[in-house]
């Protein structure tokens, strides 16, 4: 049996188990594709790789009400798209776009906020760099933020997970972000944990700690002569 067939027949039992378990199953397809676009270094299974996960997102279409089972298999279907790199570029392009739409889709502001956050990998990742992109995540990604801020102190975390995603890819050069960038975050951060302070929410102590150590990163790398511009 050559390398189709068996991937061909991989994909036929998990057709027969998606009325029983549809949730299994989208998960099942996106580690076929995994596997399939591991060992397809010539993208000669483009078009049934690209077959496999549509497969996974229309079970996710149909069969995923549920807002915490959502938020989980947008994560997972997030990150198998990050690790695909064997599509054509409009197939990609697509499977991008509507996980960006999922993204975006799900139930509270919160949830939208973090996962188009961790989809700023799908624009620069390594067989991708499209950085105009992924600085327009960002952007909405604090613009939704500030709306959850907004509407409940607590989600101040948002901010700081912002403020760490900034550092990931400034360290490595990535994403076309500027210090200016970092500084921006930090201050909204400073300023609105002197709200917290006096609001004291239940994660008051969690944000603190997370704000606390990202600090003491950045002041690190200012100690190395990196990011001297940003005052902490």
Same mark, same amino acid.
């Given at each position: @049996?050559?390398?189709?067939? %068996?991937?061909?027949? !991989? ?12 949730? /299994?199953?989208i998960r099942l397809y996106l580690q ?9 270094? +010539?993208?000669?299974?483009? +078009?049934?790789?690209y077959e496999l996960i549509s497969q996974?997102?229309?079970?996710? +279409? ?6 915490? !089972? #959502?938020?989980?298999?947008? $994560? =997972? ?11 054509? +570029? ?9 996980? @960006?739409? =999922?993204?975006?889709?799900?139930? #509270?502001?919160?949830? $939208? ?5 961790? !989809? ?12 105009? #992109? @992924? ?15 907004? %509407? ?5 975390? /948002? ?8 550092? =990931? ?8 972000? #500027?210090? &200016? &960038?970092? $500084? ?17 929410? &239940? ?15 950045? $002041? ?13």
């Amino acid at each position: @049996m050559c390398i189709r067939d %068996s991937f061909t027949s !991989a994909a036929k039992l998990i057709e027969k188990l998606t009325a029983n378990n549809p949730e /299994l199953c989208i998960r099942l397809y996106l580690q076929l594709a995994l596997a399939v676009s591991s060992v397809d270094k +010539e993208k000669s299974f483009d +078009e049934f790789t690209y077959e496999l996960i549509s497969q996974a997102l229309l079970l996710y +279409e149909e069969n995923v009400t549920d807002a915490e !089972a #959502k938020k989980a298999t947008v $994560q =997972y279907i997030t990150a198998a798209v990050i690790n695909i790199s064997s599509l054509s +570029e409009e197939n990609y392009d697509t499977l991008i776009a509507n996980t @960006m739409s =999922y993204c975006s889709k799900l139930l #509270k502001k919160p949830d $939208q906020c973090l996962a188009v956050l961790n !989809a700023t990998h799908l624009f620069v990742n390594n067989h991708l760099v499209n950085e105009a #992109k @992924m600085f327009n995540c960002f952007k909405k990604c604090l613009q939704t933020a500030e709306v959850s801020v907004n %509407s409940n102190i607590r989600n101040l975390l /948002l901010y700081v997970h912002i403020l760490n995603k900034f550092l =990931y890819f400034l360290a490595r050069g990535q994403g076309n972000l #500027k210090p &200016d &960038d970092l $500084q921006y975050c930090v201050k909204l951060i400073q300023e609105k944990l002197i709200i917290a302070e006096k609001e004291k929410p &239940d994660n008051l102590d969690l944000i603190k700690k997370y704000f606390s150590n990202t600090k003491s990163y950045l $002041q690190a790398k200012k100690a190395e002569g990196k990011l001297t511009e940003i005052e902490v």
